[in-house]
């Protein structure tokens, strides 16, 4: 992995979160169930296996005030720092994946 100075999927700006882009779309319409939803973990889409961001996920960047707000709402959700890298273990096996394919 040479990726590391690209800046693409690697990491965001300090003090920004990563919402999955299915969660965005539904948090920014009227949505008659969302109080029924509001337990979930609006980041449920986005998580890996090991509990990181997954390097396939595909999110929006939130500011600070903007995940506290939808953490305020979703209590549940798994925080994805824009800083942190998406899951390093499944990089490596996408990786491998394609390179074998």
């Known amino acids: 992995g040479a990726m590391a100075g690209r800046g693409g999927p690697a990491s965001g700006p300090a003090g920004w979160y990563h919402l999955d882009e299915s969660a965005w779309r539904r948090l920014t319409k009227a949505d008659a169930k969302?109080?029924?939803r509001a337990a979930e973990d609006a980041n449920a889409a986005a998580v890996c296996p090991h509990g990181a961001r997954s390097p396939q996920a595909r999110t929006r960047l939130?500011?600070?005030d903007a995940w506290r707000a939808v953490h305020e709402q979703h209590p549940?959700?798994?925080?994805?720092?824009?800083?942190?890298?998406?899951?390093a273990e499944c990089s490596r096996a996408i990786e491998s994946e394609s390179a074998a394919g």
Do not use: K
Request: proline share 11%; net charge negative; hydrophobic share 40%.
């Open 34 to 36: 969302a109080q029924e």
């Open 62 to 64: 939130l500011s600070g």
């Open 76 to 87: 549940e959700s798994t925080p994805l720092p824009a800083a942190d890298a998406a899951c």
